[in-house]
């Protein structure tokens, strides 16, 4: 009996994928938009392991609090405007969740539900593309989507369009 059971534990692990998980070791968010005079970006870096697991009943996801004061926007003026956008001072938090992991080839796709001024949004079927070391994809979103107004400076010469693209990378050991 122990060796039938022994026989079935060394089969397992031969004809299960190494490739059923990653490992993250930091995950990296970054909001771009443009205006009508150029463009900006916001950053937020994590240093924090994770473990992916895919193509399973219940597998893994990352789920994480980003204090709105964290990211940064390249200078003063713009980490303010982002922080006044975003309502900091009410929502000091966006929570961002990366759930249902799914392989396929080269390809990796999950759901990204996100909670930002205390709205709670789902996109579907986000696809993260795994090139070497990391896993990146990006999602558009609309201000109106989350009943926010784009700011506008200087009368309104110089506007922020509606629509942000949030890209979400996770290096991988």
Same mark, same amino acid.
Request: net charge positive; charged share 15%.
């Given at each position: 009996m122990r060796v039938f059971g022994l026989i079935l534990f060394? #089969?397992?692990l031969l004809f299960?994928?190494?490739e059923d998980y990653l490992l993250v070791s930091t995950k990296q968010f970054t909001v771009q938009g443009t205006t009508s005079i150029g463009g900006f970006?916001?950053?937020y870096d994590l240093k924090a392991k994770d473990t992916l697991f895919f193509n399973k009943?219940?597998?893994s996801k990352i789920a994480h609090t980003i204090p709105v004061k964290q990211f940064g926007c390249g200078?003063?003026?713009l980490n303010h405007d982002f922080r006044k956008t975003l309502k900091a001072k009410e929502y000091p938090e966006i929570k961002i969740e990366l759930l249902n992991f799914k392989k396929k080839e080269n390809q990796v796709y999950c759901d990204l539900s996100m909670e930002l001024v205390g709205k709670?949004? #789902?996109y579907k079927n986000l696809t993260l593309k795994l090139d070497k070391n990391k896993l990146k994809g990006d999602v558009v979103i609309f201000f109106n989507e989350f009943d926010l107004t784009p700011p506008k400076k200087m009368g309104g010469m110089v506007k922020v369009k509606d629509e942000i693209k949030l890209s979400v990378c996770l290096l991988v050991d």
């Open positions: 060394a #089969t397992g299960s994928s190494s970006e916001c950053n009943k219940n597998n200078n003063f003026m709670q949004k #789902t």
